[in-house]
T-cell receptor
Framework: GAGVSQSPSNKVTEKGKDVELRCDPISGHTALYWYRQSLGQGLEFLIYFQGNSAPDKSGLPSDRFSAERTGGSVSTLTIQRTQQEDSAVYLC??????????????FGPGTRLTVT | DQQVKQNSPSLSVQEGRISILNCDYT??????FLWYKKYPAEGPTFLIS?????DKNEDGRFTVFLNKSAKHLSLHIVPSQPGDSAVYFCAATSENSGGSNYKLTFGKGTLLTVNP
């Protein structure tokens, strides 16, 4: 079956513009995560969706960041008024979220965001 | 405060020899650990994991060892192959994480180069 897909693969935007990143998780996976990886850093948790529960937004770095997940499947991460420090690779992951040994998350290829 | 640390940013080994990648953690709530492998321009790929109830898990050429008292884990690859050259990330989660979100906390990664 298909893995996690993300679009666009690359995005260059001017400082102050809004951007929207898309994630299509593995079919049947109910848990969805957004992470970002800045240069030379590990992956940093941003937000988590699980079914119809309220999302865990504890990792969002500022109120310029928001995300939604429609119909329990596709998710979009929106960054408003982008800043240069937002430049990073944004990674989406999904998890089966049922049964033992379901802690593994499966990642998409990421969206490389460059804010000029 | 970095809760998962990979103190070696890079490691170089000869083909056929053993590669040992190390990871330390500080959060005693972590009880499940994962290793991911990442090639350039791709998302991280799950490699192997270990629960805190075990001290060793083996899958083919890959073995993960966990020393809970030292809060240390290591990934052994033997024999190493040139195709193993990638960045390896250590990650940790807690079964008792708030809301059971099982978010992963990552180290900064170690670049492994296997020379032919």
């Amino acid at each position: 079956g298909a893995g996690v897909s993300q679009s666009p693969s690359n995005k260059v935007t001017e400082k102050g513009k809004d951007v929207e990143l898309r994630c299509d998780p593995i079919s049947g996976h109910t848990a969805l995560y957004w992470y970002r990886q800045s240069l030379g850093q590990g992956l940093e948790f941003l937000i988590y969706f699980q079914g119809n529960s309220a999302p865990d937004k504890s990792g969002l770095p500022s109120d310029r960041f928001s995300a939604e997940r429609t119909g329990g499947s596709v998710s979009t991460l929106t960054i408003q008024r982008t800043q240069q420090e937002d430049s990073a690779v944004y990674l989406c992951a999904s998890r089966r979220a049922m049964g033992a040994g379901s802690y593994e998350q499966y990642f998409g290829p990421g969206t490389r965001l460059t804010v000029t | 405060d970095q809760q998962v640390k990979q103190n070696s940013p890079s490691l170089s080994v000869q083909e056929g020899r053993i590669s040992i990648l190390n990871c330390d953690y500080t959060n005693s709530m972590f009880d499940y650990f994962l290793w991911y492998k990442k090639y350039p321009a791709e998302g991280p790929t799950f490699l192997i994991s270990i629960s805190s109830i075990k001290d060793k898990n083996e899958d083919g050429r890959f073995t993960v060892f966990l020393n809970k008292s030292a809060k240390h884990l290591s990934l052994h690859i033997v024999p190493s192959q040139p195709g193993d050259s990638a960045v390896y990330f250590c990650a940790a989660t807690s079964e008792n994480s708030g809301g059971s979100n099982y978010k992963l906390t990552f180290g900064k990664g170690t670049l492994l180069t296997v020379n032919p």
